[in-house]
């Protein structure tokens, strides 16, 4: 990959930039930078022109009417389809707040959701924005347009982390207002009820929606290799803790990769792709798992 805007991938590099739309715009082309052929191939298209038939190209392009009428071989060109809807569902709560170095899970988060509104309004799709803590705080019904991309920005521009995480009532909420199939894309830290969570989660798959979960989580969250005696402070209830982390290290880890394995096995039950992304890590890979899936939501 190129060192030029492929460094953008990197979230401390990303979250340098206070304009978001550019950020967006400079993660998804050092994503493209990255790929020999383009991500577009195989989409699901619509006709657009015909060229003439030449070696190599599959005859079932080739339109038969037309060689009815000339007696000469045409193949149908292509231009990507603009028929799927996707909603693109963001955790504001003040868990994700939380950061151990230069990028907080919000931080990445946004930029994660940016890139992935700029890629789909790129391949022509419709996007949607809700933006969620304890309760459904924004909501931007899907829009196809090129311009709607401002309008994304500015909501996710103004977010003021809410107090707490309460995911159940406004997934059904969502579940229940989107009436068109479409592809469902929650990016959380999911420190929620797993059980609630995961309730809201197949109301989306009752309605025959495709669903991506990106789970996102600091490294200390998941490692916990503080050295030394420290407070933690819960960002969303203010509860603190001081102690001496090797203590409780070992019991802390086998928690939480409970917890991660728990939301892992409860995804893959119903059918719903699950993807835990460290804020520590590039981007590329939430944007690659978005395209696989894209190829079978269209």
Known sequence: MSSGVARFLRPEVAARLDNLSLRA?????????????????????????????????????????????????????????????????LDQSKSMTFGSGSTTKLDYAQTLTAAL??????????????LFDSELRNYLPPRGKASHMKALMAAMSAIVPGPETRMSPMLHQLAEGIRKRGLIVLISDLLDDPDEVMMGLKHFRHKKHEVIVFHVLDPQELEFSYSSRTRFNDLETGDSLTTEPWHIQEIYQQAVNKFVAGYRTLCRQHNIDYVLLRTDQPMDRALSEYLLKRRYAG
């Open 25 to 89: 715009r400079l993660v998804v082309e050092g994503f493209m930078a990255g790929h020999h052929r383009s991500p577009y191939h195989g989409y699901s298209v619509e006709f657009a022109e015909h060229r003439a038939y030449g070696s190599g190209d599959e005859i079932r392009h080739i339109d038969w009417k037309l060689f009815g009428k000339t007696d000469r071989y045409y193949i149908k060109r292509f231009e990507e389809e603009t028929n799927l809807k996707c909603y693109l569902i």
């Open 117 to 130: 509104a700029y890629l789909m309004l790129k391949q022509q799709d419709a996007v949607g924005l809700a």
